[in-house]
């Protein structure tokens, strides 16, 4: 299993991930709290950034 998960993946299991930079390569200080931990089952795909609507890194919480 990979350890980071990218905008578009799905995930491999139910779970919270938390944000862990931009795939741009940039890390993004706007993210606000509520944004930064999401809520996924399996299979589920991993969303991008809410607020700027960015492609996003997340990892398991």
Known sequence: MADRFK???QA???GTYEFDGL???RKNNDVTED???IELSNGDTFPPLRSSKEA???KKA
């Open 35 to 37: 944004e930064k931990h």
């Open 56 to 58: 996003a890194y997340w």
């Open 12 to 14: 491999p299991e139910a």
């Open 23 to 25: 795939v741009d390569g």
């Open 7 to 9: 905008t578009g993946e």
